[in-house]
């Protein structure tokens, strides 16, 4: 079913360096006019980092929007002009510090679709590596990782000390 959605105006209210805010008036299907705030955020890698069959590599990190550390598997934004695989493989030196042979797209999916327009690829790497070169690192970064069986992540996460979403549906996907 497809509906035809009239955006009457649109306003950037906020400028961020992760994210923007537009302000829309828009005209829905039957009828009203209503007011939306949409959060325009870039295009997502989400990694499963697999070192070997039935391992995952997780990253813990401070985030501070919740005041904890976190278990996650690595994710990052993509570049302007740059591919989602370009992303993963960037990624994945950047926060486990090892390269991929192998990037295979697993799904995209939108974590937020009620007020964000991200959508977030998830990709299974492989075949990892030692780079020949050091990674260009996040300065608000302080990145630990460490290889877990899946079954274990998996049990962190029915235990509650994996609480990250994007993480708890990559474990899914494995």
Known sequence: MTHDIDVISRERVYNGTVFNVDREQ???????????????????????????????IL???YRHAVSQW???????SVDPGESPEAAARRECHEEIGQVPETIVRL??????????????VFFRVSGLVE???AAAVDEDEDIEARTFTIRDARDMVRNGEIVDMKTIVGLGLL
């Open 107 to 120: 799904a995209a999916l939108y974590p937020t679709p009620g007020y964000c327009d991200e959508e977030m």
């Open 70 to 76: 976190l278990w996650e598997v690595p994710a990052g």
């Open 131 to 133: 780079p020949t070169d």
């Open 59 to 61: 990253i813990r990190q």
């Open 26 to 56: 828009v005209r829905l299907p039957h009828g009203p006019t209503v007011t939306l705030d949409v959060v325009r955020h870039s295009q997502s890698v989400v990694l499963l980092p697999v070192p070997e069959p039935g391992r995952v």
